[in-house]
């Protein structure tokens, strides 16, 4: 028996994803997005209220990284999201994380997240709140990959956003595989 709830955007799961911007002067900013999704095979969309300080970011600089925050570094993922670079200049400075300057696009990388892609602007779509960004390199540490070098998802640590009670869950395990476990079917 299923019980009606209303109007509810529950997909799950969200991910917990870590924009990462230089502002005017260079400094690092970071903010937490659970809106945003693959879009293209080499595209990322992301919605983002414009009053952030990563809006006026990007705007600026045309790039950002979008990196995975994993459960080792959940706290810091949090209070990305939780304090603003408008009303805290040195936020990112706070968590004692160490960013590097992206090789492919105007924007930080942080060093402690396990995976990272680097975008440049593709375009803005303000209807929706849309930034869409055009992934050009990816990047992983060396801890989360397999022995044929793609990302272990078991490894990596990545943990997830709960839309109906907005909690952080860690997911990883394997429980099927894609294109694969549906085939019983197929007569
Ligand atoms: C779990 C979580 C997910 C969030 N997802 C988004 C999002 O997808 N888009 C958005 O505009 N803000 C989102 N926020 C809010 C921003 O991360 C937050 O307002 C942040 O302070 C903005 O930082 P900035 O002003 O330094 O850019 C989220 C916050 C949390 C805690």
């Avoid at 969200?14 to 900013?29: C, F, K, R, S, W």
């Avoid at 903010?31 to 414009?50: E, P, R, Y």
């Amino acid at each position: 028996m299923q019980k009606n709830l209303g109007k509810i955007a529950g997909v799950w799961p969200m991910p917990v994803l870590m924009i990462a911007t230089y502002d005017e002067d260079g400094t690092v900013n970071v903010m937490n997005a659970a809106w945003g999704q693959v879009c293209d095979t080499d595209k990322l969309i992301l919605i983002l209220d414009g009053t952030h300080k990563t809006v006026a970011n990007i705007r600026r600089r045309k790039a950002f990284t979008v990196a995975l925050a994993d459960w080792r570094h959940l706290a810091e993922a949090d209070y990305f999201g939780t304090v603003s670079g408008n009303q805290v200049p040195d936020k990112f400075a706070m968590t004692g994380l160490v960013a590097r300057k992206s090789e492919f696009v105007d924007a930080p990388v942080v060093e402690a997240f396990p995976f990272v892609m680097e975008c440049e602007l593709a375009e803005e779509l303000p209807s929706i709140e849309g930034f869409v960004g055009r992934i050009v390199n990816a990047a992983a540490d060396e801890s989360v990959l397999d022995e044929n070098g793609k990302v272990d998802p078991a490894k990596l640590g990545a943990i997830a956003f709960d839309p109906f009670r907005h909690g952080y869950y860690a997911i990883g395990e394997k429980v099927g595989r894609a294109w694969h476990d549906g085939r019983k079917f197929i007569r």
